[in-house]
């Protein structure tokens, strides 16, 4: 069995911004579609913990970005695997910050959230997925740093640019 070929920085860039971008839509329906009355709007309780929610994801993704295990010295691609290893962390990073979001949606939609308390919750939630998400300089090298703890050449900065 053949090993499957690893995705370009372009690939990773264009699926982090579709991911994106169907969040955001995903997002913005469910606050104007289950968040249009006031009431129970007042329930500033839930955004609280929505955005605590936030900010646990947040702190757990970015602690990532640090902890990938090495790359063995002998690795006969090394560049192929940290692409593979940094696309799986990216799809990972998605899933664990969009709970946020999805408890925010089943909040809106039993009724027991309004739209300000949506709104409240999702525009950090979404700032934290385009943070937590997007192979940024500092994400990159971060990840490159784990990856190269052995000795082995990762490859990501210069794929990346930098």
Not at 25 to 46: K, M
Request: aromatic share 8%.
């Amino acid at each position: 069995m053949t090993e499957p070929t690893a995705p370009t920085p372009t690939d990773v860039k264009r699926f982090v911004a579709l991911q994106l971008a169907v969040t955001v839509v995903f997002a913005v329906f469910v606050v104007l579609a289950f968040g249009r009355d006031g009431e129970p709007g007042a329930r500033w309780w839930a955004a609280l913990a929505l955005l605590a929610l936030v900010f646990v994801a947040g702190a757990v993704v970015s602690r990532w970005w640090s902890e990938p295990q090495s790359l063995p010295a002998d690795d006969p691609t090394p560049n192929q695997t940290a692409m593979r290893r940094l696309a799986s962390h990216i799809a990972r990073a998605f899933m664990v910050l969009e709970i946020p979001l999805v408890v925010c949606a089943v909040l809106g939609v039993s009724g027991l959230i309004g739209g300000l308390v949506m709104a409240a919750a999702v525009v950090p939630a979404l700032a934290a997925l385009a943070f937590g998400t997007w192979p940024t300089r500092r994400n990159v090298d971060r990840f490159a740093d784990a990856l190269e703890r052995h000795g082995a050449d990762s490859g990501l900065r210069q794929a990346f640019g930098r």
